[in-house]
């Protein structure tokens, strides 16, 4: 009877003790919007959750779909002036990488693009500060944590301190240093690549290391600037507010890259690193490929099967072929198997023991039904690329030169090219204009972790984002990489020092340079599958030990957050930016005493 009593006190109880939990994603970018979805998701059940957006970039996936029992918030910026950006910045990404050209660095457009960006945030920012809903919810302080997509949202960061709780600042981007030098951890430039820059952690040279130190000083000159701005712009709402100190009482700063695969840098123990979404690749094999009975090579297709380009490729063999699945009913009991395919070395052999066919089966015949335009039966049959620039990359805004160029290296591979457009194939006005190679299926989405899982996958080219990458290590595919923005340059180098990846700039692809960097990778293929497969099964066991680390520590803060900033053994105050001042003073202490002695 007691215990039936306590029982019913404990359920009636958990109700009134529910997390309060404030989720503050991007201002529209997808990719960004769905990680912190999932992290809201993940919450323990009946987690009270409010989502505060300004959507200001519509990517054609409009605003987040959100759970029914969630509160959202949000402003409406998606205007002309956003379309305009939009539009800009699409075709600029083609041109060079955004907002910094390491290449160029004169050209500036992507700079100025940047900061009009920062200046819509800001003024979108300031709109949410002044709406009712917000006051209502900032004034009950009730939130218990908040979560912070904190890349180019200082601003935002400004509100989330007016929430007065605990904050974990993660973005859907690796591991920052103009951010992670507020909770006093040095920033080294000449020995660290900063995230964003082209540079490799495997050592720079001199010019580079100059390269690096200039854009370390130009990130500290505009967060000091905007740090200034913020902080007159909530005064003269009577809010007291430094974003750089704010900063620094964030409980947790979490990227999404892998501890494993990230630069070496300085970091403490509240820089944390939880990686990808907890994935079991099994959950995506559409295709099982069998062995044959003679099965010691890689199998490509032979010269007179393509007459587009008869490239040689050292593993280039006449042996019998692999079994793959085909489209079969899913009632059928047989194995899925195709009979038109070349013999093979199996890559990634664990990826499908142990498999049901007939549920492999039943999901491929989802995929079938769901992605026509890809015929995914005749995946089965030839060997294929995929190509992919992400979410906010869309081919529409592609230069014809860019595309020309694409095209004649794509017309040369001997495999079918997958391109995932995110465009509307009738947006798609450079079709018009230039044909499309025979062996190209253009496709506005596709399903791109099932295309990662497919044993016919060659490899991808693809921008390098932080989400992107985490997939390809996940499942050992090696890539081509074409950073086009922020992060993606410093992601697709690190993979490069790892050897699973080669890169090449968009300025490159200008210059007709695709066809040799595909031909040169390809002709190197089995090297980088047997990295790519090293990189994936290392990231297996170092995340079977490290499991569930994004909900440990957002619980952890959720707990023990608000407690801590009360400690003063666990100091979290901006000491200020303590290594750059002593170098830029002994620099003007040196400058003087020259023109002293001169004089």
């Not at 958990?14 to 769905?34: F, K, M, N, Q």
């Not at 995230?195 to 130009?218: C, D, E, I, K």
């Not at 044959?292 to 042996?319: F, G, M, V, W």
């Not at 002593?582 to 001169?598: I, Q, R």
Request: glycine content about 6%; charged content about 20%.
């Amino acid at each position: 009877m007691l215990f039936s009593l306590l029982l019913y006190l404990y359920y009636a109880t958990v109700p009134l003790l529910a997390l309060e939990v404030a989720l503050i994603p991007s201002t529209g970018c997808y990719s960004h919007d769905v990680m912190m979805k999932d992290v809201g998701q993940s919450m323990p059940q009946g987690t009270n959750i409010t989502w505060i957006q300004t959507f200001l970039y519509d990517f054609g996936f409009g605003e987040m779909r959100l759970p029914e029992q969630w509160t959202r918030i949000s402003i409406w910026g998606h205007d002309e002036e956003g379309l305009k950006v939009m539009r800009t910045a699409g075709s600029l990404l083609w041109e060079q990488n955004v907002p910094t050209d390491f290449d160029r660095p004169w050209d500036l457009r992507g700079s100025f693009l940047f900061f009009k960006m920062l200046e819509r945030h800001q003024t979108f920012c300031e709109k949410m500060l002044e709406d009712p809903r917000f006051l209502q919810y900032m004034r009950a302080r009730r939130a218990d944590i908040v979560l912070l997509d904190h890349f180019l949202q200082e601003c935002m960061g400004g509100l989330a301190y007016l929430l007065n709780s605990s904050v974990v600042q993660f973005s859907n981007w690796p591991i920052a240093d103009g951010y992670i030098t507020s909770l006093n951890i040095p920033a080294n430039p000449s020995a660290v690549p900063k995230t964003g820059s082209p540079y490799s952690g495997l050592g720079m040279a001199f010019p580079q290391r100059v390269g690096n130190l200039l854009f370390h000083w130009v990130i500290i000159a505009a967060r000091t600037i905007q740090s200034h701005v913020l902080r007159r712009m909530f005064a003269r709402r009577g809010y007291e507010v430094d974003v750089i100190k704010s900063e620094a009482e964030r409980i947790i700063y979490a990227g999404r890259s892998e501890f494993l695969f990230d630069v070496v840098r300085p970091i403490n123990n509240r820089i944390k690193h939880f990686g990808s979404n907890q994935l079991n690749r099994s959950d995506f094999v559409t295709v099982i490929p069998e062995m044959s009975s003679d099965s010691e090579r890689i199998a490509q297709y032979k010269d007179d099967q393509h007459p587009r380009d008869n490239i040689k490729l050292l593993n280039d063999t006449d042996r019998p072929p692999l079994i793959l699945a085909e489209c079969l009913d899913p009632s059928d009991s047989k194995p899925i198997a195709s009979d038109n395919m070349s013999s093979s070395l199996m890559r990634r052999a664990n990826l499908y023991q142990g498999l049901r066919q007939h549920i492999v089966k039943m999901k491929f015949a989802s995929i079938c039904a769901q992605f026509p335009e890809l015929d995914w039966p005749s995946l089965t049959k030839e060997k294929f690329i995929l190509v992919s620039f992400g979410s906010v990359a869309q081919a529409q805004h592609m230069p014809l030169y860019v595309v020309s160029k694409i095209f004649h290296a794509f017309a040369q591979s001997p495999y079918k090219i997958v391109w995932q457009t995110n465009s509307p194939t009738d947006a798609l006005l450079w079709t018009r204009n230039v044909s499309v190679p025979e062996n190209v299926v253009l496709t506005p989405w596709a399903p791109i972790k099932q295309i990662l899982a497919h044993p016919n996958l060659q490899y991808l080219i693809c921008h390098g984002g932080i989400n992107t990458i985490n997939e390809l290590l996940l499942f050992g595919v090696p890539v081509v990489g074409v950073p086009l923005q922020g992060d993606q340059g410093s992601n697709l180098r690190r993979l490069t020092d790892l050897g699973a990846a080669v890169m090449v700039t968009t300025a490159q692809i200008a210059k007709g340079e695709l066809v040799r960097t595909m031909r040169t990778f390809e002709y190197n293929l089995n090297k980088h599958w047997q990295r790519a497969a090293q990189l994936s099964s290392m990231l297996e066991t170092y995340r079977t030990l490290h499991k569930d680390q994004q909900h440990f520590w957002i619980d952890w803060t959720g707990r023990h957050g608000r407690k801590l900033l009360d400690r003063n053994l666990f100091n979290m105050r901006y000491i200020g930016d303590t290594e750059n001042s002593f170098w830029m003073a002994l620099t003007a202490t040196l400058f003087l005493s020259f023109l002293v002695v001169l004089c």
